[in-house]
């Protein structure tokens, strides 16, 4: 998730620029940059590191231009240096792009242009993208700009500037936010409106396939084929905070929120419509993953949830042995490895103490060790053999919410590239494997527009001392996750618990009207998740069922039901974990409680 910020006006672009990409550090980075159309051409300086580096890099010095682009960088293809860094520029350096998203295909694009005598300097996705609107220069920029649209795959904005029309910005989104902002004499483009904020609350929302050129005059829109299309003009209330959570109340809620495009973005160029999946950029090949004879999974907190939901999935579709334990536990009981041990360190961070030092254990003791990782150049991504990332964007809220089902996403595309690397299920049901992982992003988004119950049951329960958490297989790894959310949020004890073990003690919990969540989507296991409910009704409790669509045995059984859409149970915990992160967030609000920052809690552990 990166953030892109355009200019053209009567006042000199680079601190309307630089201003904009400070408002936008929330959305990334690990490098930025800056081009602005001087009278000899374009000037360009990029520099690898947050804002301040490019600030540095720039100067103080004022520059009389009054068109531009800057970009921030949270990488997704290609390390964290400079010639990765945005903007790109074409062969002749006239045309500068700046990009948000992913170029699916850029492989190929790549290989073609540069067959066709392209210089690509960077190992990006972007670059491709000044090249192709290059070969159509000579029809001008936008219309350069529409002829590149149709040859990308993936969901991207991006915008465009050129030396040969000094006066003008041209840019394009496809399932990637781009907004305009209308000023006096002054047009901004923009990833999200706090760039611009103070200077307009003037908006004109883009939607996919229009292509906008703005000058200092205003704004023309066509569609991709050139045909001129009409955008309103809104005015937003936002103050500035409000503006950078999108207009939620909180980074969390935002971050929930966000969790279709992360899975987009983690899934993309990785899940073919076919349902094949590609993971070559781990330099895991089907030989080295057909060898494993078994995975260790270390991980904390949230990620170690992650993990524990998908080891069930590894096992079942891939037959390859899981262990899996908390990083801090791992390092100590020194725990047998071998070549053919692949240890997974999974941390949204890359920069937690316990699980780097795991790591750092497996590999001094010759296992292949690969990190599930967030944030490129991270401690975690130097110090493991292969390195699979989720694409997130960056997470302000402490509380893990969208890195945590990417998380999941991403080890589903590994447990499916395991089964047909080991070639142990048959072809067909991996592919329908890969189709229904494909579409979760769509229902998740469909499950977090419905109106949800979620609130009134927050309300019922916002002063409990206790809640109970129950699940079976995969749903108890999820109940787990609800628990740890409720817990670090609200600070209400939780106790999640394998619904089978519940007569082995923890029933002697309950008494009349406690409340006990239990995950029972529809999975194997569901007819045996019945009657422990059956138990706990009969103790007089009240039953809170995550459940899929349509399951009228939940619905007797229980007194509130949060629904989710149905999907195959192996990818159903990226679909019933959010109901639980919701229940989590609207009673520490209702207790008016801090949930981006809880108390005792940070972000990421860097210590012991
Ligand atoms: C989860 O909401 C917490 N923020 C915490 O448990 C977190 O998951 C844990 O500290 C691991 O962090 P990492 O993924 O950055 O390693």
């Known amino acids: 998730m990166c953030g892109i910020v355009g200019y053209v006006g009567r006042r000199p672009g680079k601190p309307i620029i630089l201003d904009g990409l400070r408002r936008l550090e929330y959305r990334g980075y690990d490098s930025a940059g800056l081009t602005l159309l001087e009278a000899g051409g374009l000037e360009t300086v990029r520099a690898v590191g947050n804002l301040d580096a490019l600030f540095a890099a720039v100067g103080d010095g004022a520059s009389p231009a009054t068109v531009g682009l800057g970009h921030t960088r949270w990488?997704?293809?290609?390390?964290?240096?400079?010639?990765?860094?945005?903007?790109?520029?074409?062969?002749?350096?006239r045309i500068s792009v700046v990009l948000n998203g992913i170029i699916e295909n850029y492989k190929e694009l790549r290989a073609a242009l540069t067959a066709r005598g392209h210089r690509l300097t960077s190992e990006t996705d972007a670059e491709v993208v000044v090249h192709l609107v290059e070969e159509h220069?000579?029809?001008?920029?936008?219309?350069?700009?529409?002829?590149?649209?149709?040859?990308?795959?993936?969901?991207?904005?991006?915008?465009?500037?050129?030396?040969?029309?000094?006066?003008?910005?041209?840019?394009?989104?496809?399932?990637?936010?781009?907004?305009?902002?209308?000023?006096?004499?002054?047009?901004?483009?923009?990833?999200?409106?706090?760039?611009?904020?103070?200077?307009?609350?003037?908006?004109?929302?883009?939607?996919d396939g229009d292509v906008v050129t703005l000058r200092a005059s205003g704004a023309e829109c066509t569609d991709v084929a050139g045909v001129s299309v009409e955008r309103a003009v809104s005015v937003v209330p936002w103050d500035q905070d409000a503006a950078e959570k999108a207009g939620y109340d909180t980074f969390m809620l935002k971050e929930i929120n966000e969790q279709p495009a992360a899975l987009r973005d983690t899934l993309a160029g990785r899940l073919s419509e076919a349902g094949d999946v590609d993971l070559a950029e781990t330099g895991m090949g089907d030989e080295m993953l057909r060898r494993l004879r078994r995975i260790f999974i270390v991980a904390c907190g949230t990620s170690y949830h992650a993990g524990l939901i998908v080891s069930y999935a590894i096992e079942q579709l891939a037959r390859v042995p899981v262990q899996i334990d908390v990083a801090s536990e791992f390092r100590y009981r020194e725990p047998v490895f071998d070549p053919d041990t692949l240890v997974i360190g999974i941390t949204q961070s890359g920069e937690t103490a316990d699980t780097l030092a795991a790591m750092r254990l497996a590999r001094a003791a010759g296992s292949p060790v690969l990190a599930?990782?967030?944030?490129?150049?991270?401690?975690?991504?130097?110090?493991?053999?292969?390195?699979?990332?989720?694409?997130?964007?960056?997470?302000?809220?402490?509380?893990?919410?969208?890195?945590?089902?990417?998380?999941?996403?991403?080890?589903?595309?590994?447990?499916?590239?395991l089964a047909w690397a080991r070639g142990v299920q048959p072809e067909a049901e991996l592919r329908r494997l890969g189709h229904e992982l494909r579409a979760v992003p769509e229902k998740l988004e469909e499950l977090l527009a419905r109106p949800s119950a979620v609130e009134e049951i927050a309300a019922r329960y916002r002063d409990e001392r206790f809640f109970l958490y129950l699940g079976r297989g995969m749903g108890f790894a999820v109940c787990l996750e609800g628990a740890l959310k409720l817990k670090e949020i609200s600070?209400?004890?939780?106790?999640?618990?394998?619904?089978?073990?519940?007569?082995?003690?923890?029933?002697?919990?309950?008494?009349?009207?406690?409340?006990?969540?239990?995950?029972?989507?529809?999975?194997p296991v569901f007819p045996k998740l019945v009657s422990n409910v059956e138990e706990v009704r009969a103790r007089g409790a009240d039953v809170i069922a995550v459940a899929t669509d349509g399951n009228e045995t939940i619905r007797e059984l229980s007194r509130d039901v949060l629904w989710v859409p149905r999907t195959d149970h192996h990818l159903a915990p990226i679909l019933t974990v959010v109901p639980l992160q919701l229940l989590a967030y609207h009673i520490a609000t209702l207790k008016g409680y801090n949930v981006d920052q809880p108390r005792n809690l940070a972000k990421t552990v860097t210590v012991e």
């Open 75 to 93: 990488a997704t293809h290609g390390s964290v240096r400079v010639e990765n860094a945005h903007p790109h520029a074409d062969c002749t350096g």
């Open 491 to 523: 600070y209400i004890p939780t106790e999640a618990y394998a619904a089978g073990e519940m007569k082995h003690g923890p029933i002697a919990l309950l008494d009349k009207e406690s409340p006990v969540v239990v995950v029972a989507d529809d999975s």
């Open 372 to 417: 599930l990782c967030n944030i490129m150049g991270s401690q975690a991504t130097r110090e493991a053999d292969h390195v699979l990332f989720t694409r997130a964007g960056l997470e302000i809220g402490v509380a893990a919410t969208k890195t945590h089902t990417a998380q999941v996403a991403a080890l589903l595309l590994l447990a499916l590239r």
């Open 137 to 207: 220069a000579g029809e001008g920029l936008a219309a350069a700009v529409r002829a590149a649209i149709p040859r990308l795959e993936g969901h991207f904005a991006f915008c465009a500037v050129s030396a040969d029309e000094p006066d003008l910005v041209v840019g394009t989104r496809r399932e990637a936010p781009l907004v305009v902002g209308v000023g006096e004499d002054e047009m901004f483009f923009a990833s999200a409106i706090p760039a611009f904020l103070s200077h307009t609350r003037e908006v004109i929302v883009l939607e």
